[in-house]
C-alpha cells in the first residue's frame, strides 16, 4: 500500500466529516470494525487495522483485528492481560506512537502493540489512544508494509482527530449498547411473565427463560435439571448452542466428572465462573464445553430451594474474560424465575398425585363398605386390584410401602378400648414423617368438607399468583439494575465496580440490590438468601424474619461507626424524595463501640464516603429507587489529615523565624535606639540565621511539592558517595555545633549511578536531623559501604545519633510530612523529602534503634542503573 501524505486543509476537513459519517453509520450494539476498515482504508493507508478497548474490570485487553483476505476485511477478536501490554503503556502515556521497523516489526505486545505484534512484515505502526474527555478507552493500531507510512505531520493531526470521533463513538455505543442490553431484558422478562400467567407447561416455560437470557445479554445459555431422585441431570432447554454436543453432555449413560464446573456448582450449592474455562486448572474435564461447543467464558447458577438443587441456568461464551457483575446479576433474576416455575410444577405434580391416591381410597373404602354382602370372585377381584393399586400409589406418591404403613398404624395408634371417643385420630403426613421421610410439600390426606378437585385449582391459582409476583418483581429489578448500570457507566472514573460498595434501596426504604462489595461490607450473603422459596417469592429477609430494609442491612456496620446516629438519619431520609443529604461521611471502626469510645478516633478507623443518587423511571420520570454508593476515602482523609498539619506546621514554622526577623529589625530602627558595634553585628547575625532558616525552608516546601506532583527528574550519572558527602559537609558544620562527627567509609569503593545533587541532599538532610535530636558534645557516625544483595550490589549508608530515639511503633510515620515533627522525632519535610528521593533511585529507607538511646537511619541504592527496573529517572 502506497503511503498517502494530506496537505490540503479542506481535504482534511472533508476526511474527518468522512470518517464520523463512515463511524456512526456502522455502530450498533457491537461495532463492525470489519466494515470500518473497509471504508477507512479510502482515506488513510493500513494493511493492519487493530482496535484495543480496556475489559470492564480493567485486568486485560480485548483486542480486534482486522485484515483483508480475497478483497474481504475479516475481524477477529482475542484478549490478553493488560501487564506487559501497549495498552498499559497508553493509559500511562496517553499519546500517539509512530515507529518504522525497516528489517520489519519486531518486539512483543508492549513494544510494538497488542494488536500488530504478529504481523512481522509490516514496516510502519500508528499507535493512538481512544480519549473521550479525559477517559481513556484504549487505542487504535494501523499497519502499513510501507516504511515511513505515518511519518507526514498532517497525517498525524488527521489521525488524532479520526481517534476522537472514534472514541466517541464507541463510547456512544457501549452506552446504546447498554441501554439494548436493557431493553432486551425486559421484554425477555415480560415474555416470562407472559408465559408463566398463559399457564404453560414447564419446558415452555424453561425454553422462555433460556431464550430470554440469550437475547438480553446477547449470550449463548442453556439450562439442565436434576432429577431429585435418581440424581441424574437432564437438557431442559439451550440457546444459541449445537443441540447434538449438548444432549451428549447429558445422554444418560454420561457421567458429570466432579472436576467440571457443572458438578463443582451443584456440589458447592453456589454461582461458580470460569474466564478461560479452557486453561482453568480448577475445572480441567470439560472436553464437550470447550472442544466440541467451543466455549471460553461460562457462569453457572444452581436452582435451588429450600433444601433442593433443581438444576443450573448457565451463561456462556466464546470469548475470553468473563462476564460483568451486572451481567450475572441479570442472570440471577432469569434463574430466580426457573427455580420458581420448576418449584411450582412440582407442587402441581405433587397435589395430582395426592388426588390420585385419595380417590383410591374413596374408591377402596366404597366397595369395603358393602362388606355385609357376599361378594362375587369378579368383586373379590377388582377389590385385590384396587388394593394393588393402592399399593403402588403409596409407594409412587410417597416412597414407603403399604406394609411399614400398617406397621406404623399398629404401633402408634390407640385401640378403640385405649382411646378417648370422643377424640378422632390424627393421621397425617406430618405424623408419617418417621416412616417416609421429610417430606417437604406435605398435605393432609383427608380435607374435610372440601372437593378434591376444587383444592387442586386452588392450588394451582395461588401458584400462579407468586409466579406473577416474582415476574413483577423481577421486572422492577431489572429496571433498577438498568439505571445503575447507566449511572456507573456515566462515573466511569470515579467509581470502581469491584471496591465500591453499591446499594439499590427503592422507596420503600428496602434494598433490593447489593452488589459483591456491599454484601462482603454488611456480612450478607445474597446468594444464601435468594436459594430460599419462599425469599424469592416475597423478598429477602435478614434471619428471624427481618425485612431487608436498608436500615436492617446498615444494623452491624451502625454498632461500628463513629457518627452512628447522622448515618441512621441519613438512610431514613431514603424514602423522601426530597430533604436529604446528597454525600456524608462515615467513620468505620474495627471492633465494635461502647458509649465512651464512639468520639475518640484512632489509626485503625476506616473512612468511607457514601453518595446518594436517584434512579428515575425511563417513562414518566417518577422516582423508582436510589442508588448508594459507599466507598473507601481512608487514604484521601488521611492525605486531607496530613496535608492540614503540613499547613499548621508550615505556618507555624515560617511565623517563627519572621517573628524573630522583624522583631530584631524592629529593635534596629527604633529611634534612639543606640547599639555598639558587637551587639549591632549579634542582632544581624540572628537575622541572618533566621533568614538562611526561612530560606531553608521555602525550599524544602518547594522542593516536596515538585516532588509529589511528579515535576522533578533525576539526572543520573556515575559518582562517588564519598565525595558527595565531603560536598555538603561545609553547609552542615553550622548545626553540629559542638557535637563530633564521625566517618568511616568503606576503602575502594564502587561509583554509583545516581543523581548528584538529589542524593547529597539526602545526606544533608539525615546528618542535620542527627545534629539537631542529639545532645551537645556527643557523636554523630555517618557509614557508609557497598554491600551485595541477591548478587545486586548496593551503596549502603547509615547516619547515627545519641538523641531522644524513636518507638517501634512510630518509625514509620516519621518519613510522613510533619508527623515526625508533631511527635517531636525530626524534620517531617526533610525526612519525607529523603524518602521521596531514595525512593524513585529505586532504594529504601528506614530507621533503627541503637545501644544506649538515639536512632540510626538507614538508606540503600542500587549500584548499577540496569540491576533494577527504573520507575523515575534513568
Known amino acids: 500500500m502506497e503511503a498517502k501524505v494530506h496537505t490540503s486543509a479542506l481535504e482534511e476537513s472533508a476526511i474527518i466529516e468522512r470518517v464520523a459519517r463512515i463511524v456512526f ?23 493492519v487495522f487493530g482496535v484495543v478497548l480496556l475489559r470492564h474490570d480493567r485486568q486485560a485487553a480485548r483486542v480486534t483485528v482486522c485484515q483483508r483476505e480475497e478483497d474481504v476485511w475479516i475481524a477477529r477478536l482475542h484478549q490478553r492481560p493488560l501487564s506487559d501490554s501497549m495498552l498499559e503503556h497508553v493509559l500511562q502515556e496517553p499519546v500517539l506512537r509512530v515507529q518504522d521497523y525497516p528489517e520489519g516489526l519486531d518486539g512483543s505486545p508492549a513494544d510494538s502493540g497488542d494488536a500488530l505484534s504478529p504481523y512481522h512484515y509490516l514496516r510502519s505502526t500508528l499507535i493512538a489512544p481512544l480519549i473521550v474527555e479525559d477517559r481513556v478507552l484504549g487505542s487504535l493500531e494501523l499497519g502499513s508494509t510501507v516504511l515511513g507510512t505515518y511519518a507526514d505531520q498532517n497525517l498525524q493531526r488527521l489521525m488524532n482527530a479520526f481517534t476522537r470521533v472514534l472514541a466517541t463513538a464507541i463510547e456512544s455505543v457501549q452506552l446504546g449498547g447498554n441501554a439494548a442490553i436493557q431493553d432486551r ?28 437470557v440469550s437475547n438480553a445479554l446477547n449470550v449463548s445459555s442453556f439450562l439442565f435439571l436434576r432429577d431429585l431422585h435418581s440424581n441424574l441431570l437432564r437438557l431442559g432447554a439451550f440457546s444459541g448452542l449445537e443441540q447434538a454436543s449438548l444432549e451428549q453432555l447429558f445422554h444418560p449413560g454420561t457421567q458429570i466428572s466432579e472436576k467440571s464446573i457443572i458438578w463443582q456448582t451443584l456440589k458447592r450449592r453456589q454461582p461458580l465462573e470460569s474466564s478461560d474455562l479452557e486453561n482453568d486448572e480448577r475445572y480441567v474435564e470439560q472436553s464437550v464445553l470447550t472442544t466440541k461447543l467451543g466455549l471460553r467464558s461460562i457462569y453457572c447458577y444452581p436452582l435451588i430451594a429450600d433444601a433442593s438443587v433443581y438444576g443450573g441456568l448457565v451463561l456462556c461464551s466464546t470469548e475470553l474474560g468473563g462476564f460483568t457483575p451486572l451481567k450475572t446479576d441479570i442472570l440471577t433474576l432469569f434463574a430466580n424465575q426457573a427455580t420458581v416455575a420448576i418449584h411450582n410444577d412440582i407442587l402441581l405434580a405433587s397435589a395430582y398425585q395426592r388426588n390420585r391416591f385419595q380417590q383410591t381410597i374413596a374408591h377402596l373404602e366404597q366397595r369395603l363398605s358393602h362388606e355385609e354382602q357376599e361378594l362375587s370372585a369378579e368383586q373379590e377381584r377388582e377389590q385385590l386390584e384396587l388394593l394393588r393399586q393402592l399399593r403402588s400409589d403409596m409407594q409412587r406418591t410417597f416412597g414407603v410401602n403399604f406394609g411399614s404403613l400398617l406397621n406404623y398404624i399398629g404401633s402408634s395408634l390407640s385401640t378403640s378400648q385405649e382411646r378417648d371417643p370422643q377424640v378422632t385420630p390424627d393421621i397425617s403426613m406430618a405424623n408419617l414423617n418417621g416412616i417416609v421421610g421429610t417430606d417437604q410439600y406435605a398435605f393432609p390426606w383427608s380435607m374435610p368438607g372440601s372437593d378434591l378437585d376444587q383444592q387442586l385449582q386452588v392450588t394451582s391459582a395461588e401458584n400462579m399468583v407468586l409466579l406473577e409476583h416474582t415476574a413483577d418483581s423481577a421486572l422492577s429489578n431489572a429496571a433498577m439494575l438498568g439505571e445503575l448500570s447507566r449511572l456507573i457507566t456515566q462515573l466511569k472514573q470515579s467509581t470502581n465496580w469491584v471496591k465500591d460498595a453499591w446499594f439499590v434501596i427503592d422507596t420503600n426504604g428496602v434494598c433490593r440490590y447489593m452488589n459483591p462489595a456491599a454484601q462482603n461490607l454488611c456480612k ?4 444464601a438468601m435468594t ?14 424474619g427481618l425485612a431487608l430494609h436498608i436500615e436492617n442491612v ?16 441519613y438512610l431514613s431520609a431514603f424514602m423522601r424524595e426530597r430533604d436529604y443529604v446528597h454525600e456524608l461521611r462515615c467513620v468505620l471502626t474495627e471492633e465494635l463501640l461502647d458509649a465512651q469510645a464512639t468520639e475518640q478516633e484512632n489509626a485503625t478507623d476506616h473512612y468511607y464516603k457514601l453518595t446518594r443518587y436517584p434512579l428515575y423511571t425511563e417513562q414518566g420520570g417518577q422516582l423508582e429507587a436510589n442508588a448508594l454508593q459507599m466507598q473507601d476515602v481512608t487514604e484521601q482523609v488521611r492525605d486531607e489529615k496530613n496535608r492540614s498539619a503540613l499547613f499548621s506546621s508550615v505556618s507555624h514554622d515560617l511565623r517563627t523565624p519572621l517573628t524573630t526577623i522583624k522583631a530584631a529589625v524592629t529593635g534596629l530602627l527604633e529611634f534612639g535606639t543606640v547599639l555598639d558595634e558587637q551587639d549591632r553585628r549579634e542582632v544581624l547575625e540572628e537575622i541572618d540565621s533566621e533568614a538562611d532558616h526561612l530560606t531553608i525552608l521555602v525550599s524544602s516546601l518547594v522542593e516536596l511539592s515538585r516532588i509529589e506532583v511528579g515535576a522533578f527528574d533525576l539526572k543520573k550519572e556515575w559518582c562517588d558517595a564519598v565525595e558527595i558527602f565531603y560536598g555538603v ?21 564502587s561509583l554509583i549511578y545516581a543523581d548528584h545533587t538529589y542524593l547529597g541532599s539526602v545526606l544533608l538532610n539525615l546528618v542535620e536531623n ?4 542529639s545532645q551537645d558534645h556527643s557523636d554523630i557516625l555517618v557509614a557508609i559501604d557497598i554491600f551485595k544483595e541477591d548478587s545486586i550490589e548496593k551503596l549502603h549508608v547509615q547516619v547515627q545519633d545519641h538523641g531522644i530515639g524513636i518507638p517501634e511503633n512510630k518509625r514509620e510515620q516519621v518519613f510522613t510530612a510533619f508527623q515526625a515533627q508533631e511527635q517531636g522525632y525530626g524534620n517531617g519535610l526533610a525526612l ?4 521521596r528521593i531514595v525512593e524513585a533511585h529505586q532504594g529504601a529507607i528506614w530507621v533503627e534503634g541503637t545501644e544506649g538511646g538515639g536512632s540510626c537511619f538507614v538508606f540503600t541504592l542500587p549500584v548499577h542503573p540496569h540491576s533494577t527496573k527504573h520507575a523515575i529517572g534513568a
Not at 25 to 47: H, I, M
Not at 187 to 211: C, F, M, R, W
Not at 554 to 569: K, P, Q
Not at 770 to 773: E, F, I
Request: positive net charge; glycine residues 6%; aromatic residues 6%.
Open 524 to 527: 450478607i450473603n445474597l446468594e
Open 832 to 835: 519525607a523529602i529523603c524518602k
Open 554 to 569: 446498615f444494623a452491624r456496620l451502625l454498632s461500628r461507626m463513629r457518627n452512628s446516629d447522622e448515618v441512621s438519619s
Open 531 to 544: 436459594s430460599s422459596y419462599n425469599s424469592m417469592l416475597w423478598g429477602l429477609t435478614l434471619g428471624q
Open 185 to 212: 431484558q425486559r421484554q425477555a422478562l415480560k415474555d416470562v411473565t407472559s408465559a408463566l400467567t398463559a399457564k404453560k407447561d414447564l419446558s415452555t416455560v424453561l425454553g422462555y427463560i433460556v431464550s430470554g
Open 729 to 749: 559537609l561545609p553547609k552542615v558544620r553550622r548545626v553540629l555545633g559542638n557535637r563530633t562527627l564521625r566517618t568511616q567509609f568503606q576503602s575502594h569503593m
Open 25 to 47: 453509520s456502522v455502530r450498533g450494539t457491537k461495532p463492525d470494525y470489519a466494515r470500518l476498515a473497509g471504508e477507512l482504508e479510502q482515506a488513510v493507508p493500513f494493511d
Open 770 to 773: 542527627a545534629a539537631r535530636h
